[in-house]
């Protein structure tokens, strides 16, 4: 058994045109990939691991060629089976709609370059041009719009650049004291709702979000639909797609996600425990598509049930 997996698609990065100082494509990717060691970029380039667009391969001394296109092959030590399967919910010529599970990641990334929804997608329908027309953490579940068509792609990333798509999603998490005595004494009743908007900036380390101060970049609408204890479920529907933005605007109140290892406290790195899955789900994507006119909802069933067995 080999002791790495390589992914079976090639990654790519576009040289960029304001660099001056690296002589050489090896050059440039051992100082923009500072996390791998640069003996690691020189083994691949050696070995052939990495090209041009067109296929040609690129040598040790290949000059750097600013907006080109630089492929390569990502290879991590073998990969763990995310033990947990996606379901093809709709399909056509140019788009399909699928529920990812948690722990999946949508793209090759960190430990993962195989094992990721992309791959399963091609290996399963066979079509190698599948792409994402949108993000969705590795640590939610939920329904997600693939493109299958690279001459219709733009469309699909419209819906999401121009507010055209309605995405709804649900969460667990613990009240606070104050709102589960204000229901248990009848102060408040459900639903209940906020709006939560706020600047949100890039943290340390920088995978992750913080709150900021300054004018608002993100924007959540949140509604508590039903209680169980101090167990409450919510209603998300995010108006702006910042990353991690549910996750910290549920932070924002008070109540962090069930399972959540970010927030409000980076945990340590550790093994996925596939048992406790971060509890945010898409539940709902709606959107009329543009490329037959025909109205898409989609949605599976969240946590209602779970709510019942959290307790």
Not at 11 to 36: E, G, Q
Not at 267 to 284: G, I, Y
Request: aromatic share 8%; with cysteine.
């Amino acid at each position: 058994m080999s002791q790495t997996d390589r992914a079976a698609q090639p990654s790519y990065v576009v040289l960029p045109r304001d660099v001056t100082d690296k002589a050489t494509v090896l050059a440039f990717l051992i100082d923009h990939f500072s996390r791998i060691d640069a003996d690691v970029w020189r083994e691949r380039v050696a070995a052939g691991k990495v090209h041009w667009q067109n296929g040609e391969t690129i040598q040790a001394d290949t000059p750097y060629r600013p907006t080109a296109r630089v492929y390569y092959y990502r290879e991590v030590p073998k990969e763990t089976r995310i033990p947990f399967e996606e379901r093809i919910l709709f399909q056509d010529e140019h788009s399909i709609l699928v529920f990812k599970p948690h722990f999946l990641p949508v793209t090759p990334s960190g430990n993962y370059v195989n094992e990721c929804l992309v791959h399963r997608l091609r290996r399963r329908t066979g079509i190698e041009t599948i792409a994402p027309a949108h993000r969705l953490d590795r640590e939610t579940a939920g329904v997600m719009l693939m493109s299958t068509d690279p001459e219709t792609r733009h469309a699909y990333h419209a819906l999401f650049r121009e507010g055209q798509i309605r995405k709804d999603y649900q969460a667990l998490a613990r009240l606070t004291p104050e709102l589960k005595a204000g229901l248990a004494t009848g102060e408040l009743s459900l639903p209940l709702h906020w709006t939560v908007k706020n600047r949100l900036i890039k943290g340390e380390p920088s995978f992750i979000m913080r709150l900021a101060e300054g004018e608002a970049n993100s924007h959540s609408e949140i509604s508590l639909i039903a209680v169980n204890g101090d167990m409450g479920l919510f209603s998300l529907s995010p108006i702006t797609g910042k990353t991690h933005q549910l996750r910290l605007h549920m932070q924002s109140l008070g109540m962090p996600l069930l399972n959540d290892r970010f927030y409000p406290e980076l945990q340590p790195r550790s093994e996925d425990n596939f048992n406790k899955p971060l509890k945010l789900m898409a539940c709902r994507l709606r959107f009329i598509d543009p490329i037959s006119g025909k109205q898409q909802d989609i949605k599976v069933d969240g946590f209602e049930t779970e709510l019942i067995d959290t307790v």
